[in-house]
């Protein structure tokens, strides 16, 4: 049992996050964190797990959260551990190996669980969570759903009693994400209890209790799962709320290879560690066209993204730019790509100096009005790092259109961002087609993809798959 009684916190130098917090969640209950970015859903998690106040400094904390009769700022990490498992939105920020079977049994080996528990372990939760193909792998040679689903395995096979998952499926494609529902179906039948931070909600709607709706730091309203499935979509949109229902991505076809104004790629191969990723691709892609890129995780779509801007050199094939053949560095000249860890791109000491590195040239009064269009302006002062999920996102965004370039590709650019923030992107992304760019989209959130792409390209075909 869960446990937040009056809870407030505030992380250090910042606006309040949390305010009096009331929450009692049952053994056994399932339920979703859910509001628009930065409404405090996952400093909640953190509060569950023990991150706050153990490992987050300098915050200031009021109120008392109890987790299964044990008081948690006054509890050891080890011991909340034995209790809770945590799943990130990042796998890979959890993985302390290289090899699969290494990963899944670390956290018991790293507890002295003697040798055959240990083995009993590993094989209950291969069997419970049907994983065998994960087995014997290289971790850095796995897909995202992939990596999720490992590192859903390590925390299951350390046979907590509380799971906290904070948005995770941001990166994960529609087989990914049914992988993680038929996992939380499984813990939910042994009892366990399941808190989610979410911002898609589709695959949730059966198997939730209860919705919690936070908004600027507070509980505003506590939902039954049918009150909360039965919300119209006006409520939910007021809400800032992603769609209730699987959305369907209906929009034509890309144009072949061969145009002469925007981007064509013909007949493109790639590989990765001379490990071949996609062959024999092809498709054009307009100026003032958007273009979005869908396929299952591992099919080489952030491949293609790299290749395209120049980070990668391609195997065989020619990319053109308005009928002009670009090698890797004239690639790299016009493009801008925002990659799907937006943490590896943000360089600099505040949101208005990321800006200014973007494009130094740019006058202050452009930069304004971007980061006032993606409600980031009054963060213009704060370290990038200091920003939530969904914001670092939004900054990074706003960097890809004061770039200037020619030929403009997002990588997962809503990964983490609720409804009102994914519709800034998205008509942000739409006003840059009177710029006349070339922009490129990679994308599993169809929902996004339906509103702000013109024609879709899908990847399924030209994949290699790698073991």
Known sequence: MIQIQDVSFEYEKEQGTLSHIDLNIQQGECVVLTGESGCGKTTVTKLINGLI??????????????????EVPKTEMYRLAEQVGSV????????????????????????????????????????????????????????????????????????????????????????????????????????????????RLYFLMDLIDRAIFIQKGKIVQIFSRDEFRNLSDEQRIRMGLRSLVH????????????????????????????????????????????????????????????????????????VRLDGQTLKAKQRNKASFCVMQDVNHQ?????????CELAQPDCPPERIEEILRSFDLLDFKDRHPMALSGGQKQRLAVATAILSDKDVLVFDEPTSGLDYHRMLEVSNMIRKLNDEN???????????????????????????????
């Open 53 to 70: 106040p153990h490992f987050v400094e300098g915050g200031t904390l009021f109120g008392t959260t109890i987790v299964n009769g044990m």
């Open 346 to 354: 943000l360089f600099s000491d505040s949101v208005w100096n990321e």
């Open 247 to 318: 959305p369907v991505l209906e929009l034509p076809p890309a144009d072949p290879p061969g145009a002469q104004k925007g981007l064509s790629v013909e007949n493109l191969s790639c590989a990765f560690d001379k490990q071949p990723v996609f062959s024999g691709l092809g498709f054009s892609a307009k100026r003032g066209e958007v273009l979005g890129i869908v396929g299952h995780n591992g099919a080489g779509k952030t491949t293609l993204t790299r290749c395209l801007c120049g980070l990668l050199k391609e195997v065989d094939g020619t």
């Open 88 to 199: 990130f939105q990042n796998p890979k920020s959890q993985f302390f190996n290289i090899d699969s079977d290494s990963e899944i049994t670390f956290g018991l080996e790293n507890a002295g669980v003697e040798p055959k528990k240990i083995k009993e372990r590993y094989e209950a939760t291969v069997s419970a969570l049907k994983i065998q193909s994960l087995l014997g792998r290289n971790i850095f040679s796995m897909s995202g759903g992939e990596k999720q689903s490992l590192a859903f395995a390590s925390v299951y096979a350390m046979n907590p009693s509380i799971f906290v998952l904070d948005e995770p499926t941001a990166n994960l494609d529609a087989d990914a994400i049914d992988t993680l529902r038929q996992q939380i179906i499984q813990i939910k039948k042994e009892g366990r209890t399941v808190v989610i931070a979410e911002h």
């Open 437 to 467: 760019k070339v922009i490129i989209i990679v994308s599993h959130d169809f929902e996004f993809l339906g509103r702000t792409c013109d024609k879709i390209f899908d990847m399924e075909g030209c994949s290699k798959e790698r073991r």
